[in-house]
Nanobody, 121 residues
């Protein structure tokens, strides 16, 4: 069993910062990519940022220069530092991990439960 647990969401004023964390635990064999997606009301879930096991990163154009993804491989944890937040960043942020587990050795996507980020004055 693999589990992703997120933390760090909340309410922040425009221009403020938040840091999200997500830790993967359980029967993990290898993590290929960890990242963050978000879903705003009435919109589809979209990729925000992803970081591979070799620390290569990919960002949505809407967050480039404001958000930074990083990892602690030893702790199976991914972070998302969000600066210069805008009201349009308001969404539920979901952690995602592309990994293989040690139970059946299959590679699949896993998701966290989501954490709310609200940017409002």
């Amino acid at each position: 069993q693999v589990r992703l647990v997120e933390s760090g969401g909340g309410l922040v004023q425009p221009g403020g910062s938040l840091r999200l964390s997500c830790t993967a635990s359980g029967a993990i064999l290898r993590i290929y990519t960890m990242g963050w997606y978000r879903q705003a009301p009435g919109k589809e879930r979209e990729l925000v940022a992803a970081i591979t096991e070799t620390s290569s990163t990919n960002y949505s154009d809407s967050v480039k220069g404001r958000f930074t993804a990083s990892t602690n491989h030893a702790k199976n944890t991914v972070y998302l530092q969000m600066n210069s937040l805008k009201p349009e960043d308001t969404a539920i942020y979901y952690c995602n991990a592309d990994l293989s587990n040690s139970a059946d050795y299959l590679r699949r996507d896993y998701w966290g439960q989501g954490t709310q980020v609200t940017v409002s004055s």
